[in-house]
């Protein structure tokens, strides 16, 4: 794409090529750039979506294979099922694609920038706006084309359905997005100061919304599978069934196709793509009349300062930690304030886990009455509960913890001028990332052990490995980010998608399946010393060497990964001159 | 030094403030300005931190609105297109794409401000020749350092060939050539009829190049007038260093100068 063969001198239109250009332009030297310099990222980041897509794509292929073999009318309840889960998709997009549609419109340097050029309004939203909305929607495409692909090869589906995937998911992402962009637009104008009450407020009428309607279905009368179950099941979806919700178009449209109805699936894709552009244009005509007095209103909205004070809670910090030196407790208090005055982390701990409680609470439900599990599935669910717990809080160190050396940047020279030694600044980053971890994980895997019935020897053996887990996942991140510390860089999210973070995310992954694989491999010798309700084995020797085996392997293990990273960062960190 | 070119007091003002105030929820940050820039001059913003200059500034270049009063820029309301292809604005902060080059970066302002492309590869060259931009202008700008951007944000400021020039706290972070070469920049743009309103807390770099001297406190215009102006005005036998602290520091005269006021 060159600029110079391009447009004549209408103003409007070349403002409209530069935008096209500068985008290619940056997508061209980023894409350069990532395969001259760290191509090991590039493999990694390719083969482990690869990986994570197969997965899914396989997981959904023996979801549909079992909906398939064991239940009647597998269409109709594959339609609810996709009205059900696009619908959820839709609110989460409409809110996710408004929160980065505002980032971008009104608080971005960018936005500032394209603003005091004599571009249209209207160009510099569509220009912010695309991005939003790819960085809004990548997550949709990554789960949805798997599930989509799945239900294609179960359903025998023809080539229509294929070919008409990709442009439903495409005008589906723009309706939802549009629809959020507007929302931020007109809050940006009618209420900035009102925003996180806004965003608090809608996120706790979703999370209230989900938890009602998930214990309505979970609530389901009849014995799990039979056609009275299907039944009330299916009257329990129809709510997301109105002919009125544009993922109950994308649902019917794509059943349609894959079962050969090519028209209805035509159809339904106009009508979705005829109202996802209604929903463009409105949000672009808002932007001609609100971006640019929003972008005023907002900036002004921000610049009131705030004031925060002592708060009971660090007082109560200071007298439980009593033990720690003062300035390792001071230095933990900071870290722990930075992240409570930071919706963004606050917000996706508390939604990440506060999901997987939900789930683990629900546990009971399919593990009560005739319904109840044999003790070997509950305690491969027990390990499975521990493991996905694991590998939340490995995102969660990954995206959060690994940058917070790299975040001190450009005042680094003062944590070097600190009366205490750089050793006792990083143990102290530790103690916060392990501390606040140990909280979140074990309240989670008792919820889950205890709801699942699981013996106290059990229990007690998942909390030592999760707290195992904790501090070797503190441990890898705070190391990590001493040892790949990227001090130029201000925003947490790009340190976290840089190299560096790409590896923490790995070599974190690594070491939850090792612990897992340690613990959960000679389950079947050691548990029944833990489970007495498990029938005694033919060598009591045998259990008790695995069990000491299994122990000391964890442990090991633990302390290897919380050791070495430390280590290796604590050198690193006394060696980097600030 | 101290620049000698004086602008016509009755030139018609390239910018133009009346009665603007600004308000961020109850406090007021801007409170009722007028000011007038004529072309050629080179007008020195001065307050202390917080006193409202960069909320002033980016009223003038459309993206505050002010909440009382009006910003116009060479007849057109500031917030407008025609406003903002006639002014190019230097943040204490610039912005620069760090996927881009220098060069493609140059290209992109080009393009955005619809300029003859014959001319704007001619002035091109000339800016980078005059910023001394030709060693890393092919590099992509994520690996500038501090003043380097500056340098290329100054160039791609220029390369439009603006009407008005607004630049806030422009000398931070430059090393003393380039320095050198961004006030040069300032005077001969002055010279050149471009109307340059300038934001600092750097004294001596107001004293030493602006035609316009104004002082801003608690978002008050609290003096306007040449140097020599304001210090017969006030009786001011030192340096501006002096007087900013006597005007600033609660010593404030009872009555806002006045420029007309003064004898010539």
Not at chain 1, 383 to 404: D, E, G, K, M, Q
Request: charged fraction near 15%; include cysteine; proline fraction near 5%.
């Amino acid at each position: 794409m060159s600029l110079d063969s391009r447009g004549p001198g209408n103003p409007r239109k070349r403002t409209v090529h530069a935008l096209r250009w500068l985008r290619w332009r940056q997508t061209c030297n980023h894409f350069t750039a990532l395969v001259r310099g760290s191509w090991l990222r590039v493999v990694l980041v390719a083969l482990f979506s690869a990986i994570f897509w197969g997965l899914l794509f396989f997981l959904f292929r023996d979801g549909f294979r079992f909906i398939d073999a064991i239940l009647p009318s597998t269409n109709e309840i594959v339609e609810y099922l996709f009205g059900l889960f696009f619908l959820s998709l839709m609110v989460m997009l409409v809110v996710s694609s408004g929160i980065l549609v505002y980032a971008s419109l009104y608080q971005s340097e960018e936005a500032a920038f394209l603003l005091s050029t004599p571009a249209a309004d209207d160009r510099v939203f569509a220009h912010l706006f695309r991005d939003a909305l790819v960085f809004a929607s990548w997550g949709l495409f990554l789960l949805g084309s798997p599930m989509l692909a799945a239900y294609g090869l179960v359903a025998d589906a023809g080539w229509p359905f294929f070919a008409l995937v990709l442009p439903y998911l495409v005008v589906f992402v723009l309706l939802a997005g549009s629809t959020g962009a507007a929302g931020s637009m007109l809050l940006a104008r009618y209420a900035p100061r009102r925003t996180k009450t806004v965003l608090g407020l809608l996120l706790a009428a979703m999370l209230i919304g989900g938890l009602v309607y998930a214990v309505r279905l979970l609530a389901t009368p009849g014995q799990v599978f039979s056609l009275d179950w299907i039944d009330a099941l299916l009257d329990r979806l129809s709510a997301s069934q109105s002919p009125w919700l544009p993922s109950r178009w994308l649902a019917r449209g794509l059943v349609s196709a894959a079962r050969g109805d090519a028209a209805q699936g035509l159809y339904d894709l106009w009508i979705l793509a005829s109202h996802a552009a209604l929903a463009y244009l409105f949000a672009a005509w808002l932007s001609t009349r609100f971006l640019r007095s929003g972008f005023s209103r907002a900036r002004s909205a921000s610049s009131a300062r705030r004031r925060h004070g002592v708060y009971a809670i660090d007082a109560l910090f200071h007298r439980v930690f009593a033990f720690l030196p003062a300035p390792a407790r001071l230095l933990i208090l900071k870290d722990f304030r930075c992240f409570r005055r930071d919706p963004a982390q606050w917000a996706q701990f508390l939604l990440f886990f506060g999901l997987l409680g939900l789930y683990f609470l629900n546990i009971q439900r399919l593990n009560s009455g005739d319904d109840a599990w044999p003790p070997f599935w509950k305690h491969v669910i027990g390990f499975l509960n521990l493991s996905v717990a694991a590998l939340i809080l490995s995102t969660f160190t990954t995206r959060f913890v690994f940058p917070l050396l790299s975040l001190e940047g450009r005042n680094l020279w003062v944590l070097g001028l600190l009366p205490m030694s750089r050793r006792t600044i990083l143990w102290g980053k530790f103690l916060f990332a392990t501390g606040l971890s140990l909280v979140a994980t074990i309240t989670l895997v008792l919820l889950s052990d205890l709801m699942l019935r699981l013996p106290p020897g059990v229990i007690a053996l998942h909390i030592l490995a999760i707290s195992i887990l904790c501090a070797g996942l503190a441990a890898i991140s705070v190391g990590l980010g001493a040892i790949l510390p990227d001090l130029r860089q201000d925003d947490p999210s790009k340190i976290a998608a840089g190299l560096g973070g790409t590896l923490n995310l790995v070599v974190s992954l690594i070491y939850i399946a090792l612990v897992i694989v340690v613990l959960a491999v000679p389950a079947p010798w050691y548990l029944e010393l833990l489970d007495r309700s498990q029938p005694p084995g033919d060598s009591p020797i045998r259990a008790v060497l695995s069990l000491a085996a299994v122990l000391i392997g964890a442990l090991s293990l633990g302390a290897i990964a919380t050791w070495l990273p430390m280590r290796w960062g604590i050198r690193a960190f006394e060696q980097l001159e600030a | 030094m101290t620049v000698a070119a004086s602008p016509h007091t009755t030139t018609p003002a390239l910018v133009e403030l009346r009665g603007v105030s600004k308000a961020y929820g109850a406090k007021r940050v801007v409170d009722h300005l007028d000011l007038d820039i004529r072309p050629g001059e080179l007008f020195a913003f001065l307050g202390p931190n917080g006193a409202g200059k960069t909320t002033t500034i980016k009223m003038v270049c459309g993206l505050l609105r002010p909440t009382a009063g009006s910003v116009i820029i060479d007849g057109f309301p500031a917030s407008t297109r025609e406003a903002r292809a006639r002014l190019a604005f230097v943040p204490d902060q610039p912005y620069l794409y760090g996927k881009l080059t220098g060069r493609e970066f140059l290209r992109f302002v080009v393009e955005m401000y619809a300029m003859d492309r014959r001319r704007a590869a001619l002035r091109t060259a000339e800016l980078i020749e005059t910023f001394e931009l030709a060693s890393f202008i092919d590099d992509l700008c994520e690996t500038y350092s501090h003043g380097m951007r500056q340098r290329v944000v100054f160039a791609s400021a220029l390369v439009h060939e603006p009407r008005v020039l607004v630049v806030d706290e422009p000398l931070i972070g430059l090393d003393p050539r380039s320095a050198r070469i961004v006030k040069n920049l300032f005077i001969s743009q002055a010279r050149s009829g471009v109307a340059v309103l300038m934001s600092t807390h750097l004294l001596a770099i107001a004293e030493e190049l602006a035609d316009t001297i104004g002082i801003i406190h608690q978002g008050r215009l609290l003096a306007r007038g040449t140097l020599d102006d304001l210090k017969r005005h006030y009786r001011e036998e030192g340096s501006l260093e002096d007087m900013f602290l006597r005007l600033t520091e609660g010593d404030r005269p009872t009555t806002p100068f006045n420029p007309g006021a003064v004898a010539p």
